[in-house]
């Protein structure tokens, strides 16, 4: 599975952004899939996930202005940004993880097998 990611830019505070993310291959309905960012100097950090059947997760960080979502007819997931801070600056990265991943692993990086090369969102005024 090869993932594509775009979408990012420099918006103000409080401004929204939509991301997304295109998968290769015919299977994509049956990945659970997950956007993780990287805000400058700091570890990859988990921000939200979809699995493959009905369920959708969020950091904390992020919950309630970020909203994931998928279309398997386009092989695409998205993220929703919705009044974006300083704080969510950094770099965007979408993956996919096994459909059969538990929901628990979802917050965790190491449960994806594939990884887009991310794009990079600017939060400034």
């Known amino acids: 599975v090869q993932l594509q990611a775009s979408g990012g830019g420099t918006v103000q505070p409080g401004a929204s952004l939509r991301l997304s993310c295109v998968a290769s291959g015919r299977t994509f309905s049956s990945y659970s899939m997950g956007w993780f960012r990287q805000a400058p100097g700091k570890e990859r950090e988990f921000g939200a996930a979809?699995?493959?059947?009905?369920?959708?997760y969020y950091a904390n960080s992020v919950k309630g202005r970020f909203t994931i979502s998928r279309d398997n007819a386009k092989n695409t997931v998205y993220l929703q940004m919705d009044r974006l801070s300083p704080e969510d600056t950094g770099v965007y990265y979408c993956?996919?993880?096994?459909?059969?991943?538990?929901?628990?692993?979802?917050?965790?990086?190491?449960?994806?097998?594939?990884w887009g090369q991310g794009t990079l969102v600017t939060v400034s005024s």
């Open positions: 979809d699995r493959s059947g009905p369920g959708t």
């Open positions: 993956a996919a993880a096994p459909g059969t991943t538990l929901s628990s692993l979802l917050r965790l990086g190491r449960a994806y097998d594939y």
